[in-house]
């Protein structure tokens, strides 16, 4: 494939998160805000849907996409960094000043993808 090296960095953080969500659902069903419905389903299909991005973003014909489907999907799940700033419980007791840092970090990370949607 002729793609650059960081592309495959990016697809295979995206693939590990993904499937992470199976290994380890707990994590991710306590930063779902609870104005969200069924969390257990939201989890299941963010799971998927960044597997699904991490390997479309592997293919040169279909990266583009699957690079604007990231950026989609960055935009998607920011309440949850929100809701993990605002809840106590949802922090995991981690320093304010790291989950404040989260929310400008989702920028950086749309950028990046942005990269790869020519």
Do not use: C
Not at 26 to 49: A, E, M, Q
């Amino acid at each position: 494939m002729d793609l650059p090296w960081h592309i495959y960095l990016m697809a295979s953080l995206y693939i590990i998160a993904g499937i992470n969500h199976f290994r380890n659902p707990r994590i991710y069903l306590k930063i779902i805000p609870p104005y969200f419905t069924n969390p257990k389903l939201l989890n299941v299909l963010s799971g998927i849907t960044e597997i699904t991005l991490g390997l479309l973003l592997l293919i040169p014909a279909t990266s583009h996409f699957a690079a604007w489907g990231i950026i989609a999907l960055l935009v998607a799940v920011f309440p949850t960094h929100m809701y993990m700033y605002q809840n106590k419980k949802a922090s995991f007791g981690l320093p304010r000043w790291i989950l404040l840092s989260r929310m400008p970090f989702q920028l950086v990370l749309i950028f990046w993808a942005y990269q790869y949607t020519i």
